[in-house]
């Protein structure tokens, strides 16, 4: 019951500030998808003010007190905020009728072929070294501290907990009132499907057509960089989809100026997420403010309350690095006046401008097979220049021209010295938001006539082709089998037909008490489904951490206690347990063994080698010898 009752009380905090995301937001916009992506926003970013509220005082981690703020941000909306004009059932009953029966078998395909992929991510949780070694172990100390956003030691050698984490802190807030893995486990299929549906509002805004925003979309969301970032909480698929809502409210706001404040918000999220969003967000956002700039004289107030929202909920991590170490974006760089980067990342601290022949030489073929329809998307950016040749296509491709470039120019894009402690390869994933820059380059030039949108069209198209064939590639675990995906797309027929059988005259009108009782319900036995078992699941699948998992999962008194597990090298997060229980914590450097023989009696320890030179101690503790 206790378990239940924990997702219960989580899907009622989630549901509460989508309500009071979507009642702001109808005062930016009154109804469409513009709406919902702004209420998106401004829900996500309501629970990470909450959480680092909360943590000032303890409370970050609280099932109860988590709960309780978001029931009370509830109730003061409905009462200082006027009710939106239509309604989201409404407005969605009112699409629904209006569309036709292939469009809606279209859509419900779609959603189950989604549906499909997550329901094999959860019963094979293929988690990555990072999702493993720090998103997760940071996400659940604090569920155990009650202090989000605080600064978490996971290795001795990397500073991971002074990057941005605005992303684990949302997932800590969910985390710490479910007290399971449920919400991290759903993460990367929620954050795909924002993404998604952002980038065909934003598309569709700017003319696109139907057909070539579909493509264009699919392009990037088939790659293969997507689908290993759908296991787990990792940042790229978050970052991304902050950054596709904050496009599409930019180009909402050429209709509605308003959206520019929850823009701002969404903005924050991406930067907060991931560094990698900067420069693409700065972009889109100050072309929307500067063709709005007749309405920001009458929408200052909302604009002035989301940067004060921004500013702490993407900001925080760069205002303390600056305060702590003398620079914003430190540990990823260092300048004259800022602490010294850490002796491990010095060591990797080559981008790929800095050996570009010595960082391909003999990989050729493994960029190639991360990268696959990627490079078709990046080399569209000249020919959707040379198609189009308006003015508008050039600045979008010299846009994304710069995003590849800065990725280039990014530190631990190079060839490290040691290859055994190489980074490069990894780093491909960064590219993910010039990806999406060019993908919509090519889908923008497909508005420049015929000829110019067949010629895009056959672009993203193969760009498409060739990332499906690379998912194939990928095979267990990582992509799941084609009849689990033909099988949700199949229902996703199946219940458009019945429905548009039954339901004629659209969805059965229910009392908003009723229905959203029945929703909590459903999505209650789904998240307990998703949680049960969920680190055995994951132990049998085959990632470097399955033989530990598997052997403390054997274990009666690890099943049934709450015993710490504490680690020589790297925490695991996932090691917490179901429910979890287990507090997760690095063994400091050079601990005695007598200290580490006592941790052994009062609950388990694990030691691996470690690749990198030992050292003293964390040298990212405190201030580093300025230069």
Not at 98 to 120: E, F, K, M
Not at 533 to 554: C, I, K, N, P, Q
Request: glycine fraction near 8%.
């Amino acid at each position: 019951m206790a378990v239940a009752a924990h997702h219960i009380a989580f899907g009622a905090a989630a549901a509460s500030l989508i309500a009071v995301g979507i009642r702001l937001a109808s005062l930016a916009a009154a109804d469409g998808l513009d709406r919902l992506l702004a209420g998106a926003a401004l829900a996500a970013a309501s629970a990470v003010l909450e959480a680092l509220a909360l943590g000032l005082v303890g409370w970050g981690g609280s099932p109860v007190a988590l709960t309780a703020a978001a029931l009370a941000t509830w109730l003061a909306a409905r009462s200082l905020v006027p009710a939106p004009a239509v309604s989201v059932p409404a407005e969605a009953a009112r699409a629904w009728r209006a569309s036709g029966p292939v469009a809606r078998a279209a859509v419900l395909s779609a959603v189950g072929l989604a549906v499909g992929w997550t329901a094999w991510l959860v019963v094979y949780p293929y988690l990555g070294v990072d999702a493993l070694a720090y998103h997760l172990t940071e996400i659940v100390t604090w569920a155990h501290t009650g202090h989000p956003g605080q600064v978490v030691t996971v290795t001795q050698e990397f500073p991971v907990g002074y990057y941005p984490v605005t992303n684990e802190v949302l997932l800590a807030w969910g985390t710490g009132i479910a007290r399971s893995f449920a919400p991290a486990a759903l993460a990367g299929p929620a954050a795909l499907a924002l993404a998604a549906t952002a980038g065909w509002t934003a598309l569709r805004a700017l003319r696109v057509p139907g057909e070539t925003a579909a493509l264009a979309l699919a392009a990037v969301v088939s790659g293969p960089i997507v689908v290993l970032a759908l296991a787990g909480p990792n940042t790229e698929l978050p970052a991304l989809a902050w950054l596709a809502v904050t496009a599409a409210l930019c180009a909402g706001a050429a209709r509605r100026p308003a959206l520019l404040a929850p823009a701002i918000v969404a903005a924050g999220l991406a930067v907060g997420t991931k560094t990698t969003t900067a420069l693409l967000v700065a972009v889109v956002l100050a072309v929307a403010l500067v063709r709005e700039r007749a309405h920001l004289r009458a929408l200052w107030r909302p604009l002035a309350l989301a940067v004060a929202a921004a500013a702490v909920v993407g900001g925080t991590w760069y205002e303390r690095n600056l305060l702590v170490h003398g620079w914003p974006l430190w540990p990823f760089q260092a300048t004259s006046f800022s602490d010294q980067l850490p002796f491990a990342m010095r060591r990797l601290d080559f981008s790929f401008l800095d050996r570009p022949r010595a960082t391909l030489r003999g990989r050729e073929d493994e960029y190639v097979a991360m990268l696959a329809g990627y490079l078709v998307l990046l080399g569209g950016i000249v020919a959707a220049a040379v198609l189009a040749r308006r003015r508008s296509v050039l600045a979008a491709a010299a846009v994304a021209v710069v995003a590849v470039l800065a990725w280039m120019a990014a530190p631990f894009t190079g060839i490290a010295d040691n290859p055994v402690v190489d980074l490069s390869l990894s780093t491909v994933r960064y590219l993910l938001p010039a990806v999406a820059a060019a993908a919509a380059v090519v889908a923008l030039a497909g508005r420049a006539g015929a000829t110019a949108r067949r010629a895009c069209d056959l672009i993203l198209a193969g760009a498409v082709i060739w990332n499906v064939i690379r998912d194939v590639e990928l095979g267990r675990p990582f992509a799941p089998l084609a009849s689990w995906l033909l099988i949700g797309a199949a229902a996703g027929v199946l219940v458009a037909f019945v429905v548009g059988r039954v339901w004629r005259g659209g969805a059965p009108r229910l009392p908003g008490g009723v229905r959203a009782g029945v929703v909590t319900a459903v999505a209650a036995v789904g998240l307990v489904a998703v949680a049960n078992g969920y680190v055995e699941r994951h132990s049998r699948v085959r990632t470097f951490d399955a033989g530990v998992a598997r052997y403390l999962t054997d274990q009666p008194a690890y099943r049934g206690g709450a015993a710490p597990v504490d680690a020589g090298l790297l925490p695991l997060g996932v090691l917490a347990g179901d429910r979890l229980r287990h507090p997760v914590r690095l063994v400091p450097a050079r601990e005695s063994c007598a200290r580490i023989r006592q941790r052994a009696r009062t609950g388990w320890v694990t030691v691996r080698r470690n690749p990198f030179p030992a050292a003293r101690r964390p040298d990212h503790a405190r201030g580093l010898p300025r230069r």
